[in-house]
């Protein structure tokens, strides 16, 4: 009787046992469930609309176990991804995407391809990427007029916009650049051209970009001549006032050379070496001190000017100037004042 008792009590046992393990193998081959639909929001701009085409887009309850996220340029994830990569094991992404259009982009998500299979598409995002302005003006602020021998002008652009690259051209079309300035700050900048190596006049152009969309290229904004560089007409001594003179580091006056051009100071018919140098202003004339790294010896001089720029230099000037370099007085007697004797 006991033992028919032991035998029940096993065969209860066993197959609860039984039981339990079917029921952790349906359990073990049940599928995941579908994940939910990823959030999307726009961190940056943090503005709704600007020049920057770069937008930040955080992702959040993405699906843990792993897929590809895709980013899609419109709000129902409709059309071809334009950002694809691998979220394994990560609940929330930031991706970087770029506003390609000028006007409203819109961007959507979803995830593809994991285990639990794809995830519904995303809320969408906006932002509104503005055109570049037109710069509206240049002004020629180095040298002050043209035509000049300065290969290298600076103008002062008007018409920008924080940020904003901007680029000078020398053709209508904004294809020959010759000057540029990154990520300009404020309304107006100013920026200096690259050496003009050719003689002639000069229209310029300008441009603003934000590295991926560019602005309409601007109207004729600044005309420019650029000319030979020209000895100056005349040489005058200002510190001394006349020779001879003790001082080794006189200041000379020049006027007559063409603007903009840098004038050279030597003596033995343009053979020396450079004694110094001045820049001409817009109206030819400056100025030249000999500096104390070169003084002039203690002897006459007969001083000579040349004008060079990169578009090419003058000849010696015809022009000239003597100077005499005076050795100080030896003192001839002493007498003694105090005590009188």
């Known amino acids: 009787m006991l033992r028919s008792l032991s035998s029940t009590a096993h065969v209860v ?3 609860g046992l039984a039981g339990w393990m079917g029921a952790c193998q349906l359990g073990a081959d049940a599928p995941e469930p579908t994940p939910g639909a990823p959030t999307a929001t726009r961190v940056l701009p943090s503005a709704t609309s600007g020049y920057t085409s770069q937008v930040v887009i955080e992702l959040t309850g993405l699906p843990t176990l ?23 094991g990560r609940s929330l992404v930031d991706v970087h ?11 959507s998500a979803s995830v593809t391809g994991g285990s639990g299979g794809d995830t519904p598409c995303s809320n969408s995002v906006t932002y509104t990427l503005i055109a570049p302005p037109t710069p509206s003006s240049m002004t020629l602020s180095d040298p002050v007029a043209s035509p000049s021998a300065d290969t290298t002008p600076t103008y002062t652009v008007a018409g920008l916009a924080d940020g904003l690259n901007l680029a000078i051209y020398k053709d209508a079309a904004c294809t020959e650049q010759v000057g540029a300035l990154p990520q300009v700050s ?51 001594l200002v510190n001394p006032a006349a020779s001879p003179g003790y001082t080794r580091t006189p200041t000379i006056s020049f006027s007559g050379a063409s603007p903009g051009s840098v004038i050279q100071l030597y003596e033995s018919g343009c053979n020396s070496s450079v004694f110094g140098t001045g820049q001409a202003d817009g109206s030819g004339n400056g100025s030249i001190t000999v500096p ?5 010896s203690v002897a006459a001089h007969t001083l000579y000017t040349k004008a060079v720029s990169e578009a090419g230099s003058s000849a010696c000037s015809g022009t000239t100037l003597a100077y005499t370099v005076s050795a100080f007085p030896t003192p001839t007697a002493m007498a003694l004042v105090t005590p009188a004797a």
């Open 13 to 15: 046992l066993l197959t």
């Open 186 to 236: 404020g309304t107006s900048a100013s920026v200096t051209l690259g050496a003009l190596t050719t003689l002639g006049a000069y229209t310029f152009y300008a441009q603003l970009d934000n590295g991926d969309v560019y602005g309409n290229c601007s109207a004729l904004l600044a005309s420019y001549t650029l000319i030979a560089a020209t000895t100056p007409t005349s040489l005058s």
């Open 66 to 88: 792993g897929g590809t996220l895709k980013i899609f340029a419109t709000s129902d994830c409709s059309g071809g991804a334009v950002s694809a990569s691998a979220i394994s």
């Open 97 to 107: 995407v770029t506003a390609s259009d000028t006007g409203l982009n819109t961007f």
């Open 292 to 296: 104390s790294t070169t003084p002039l």
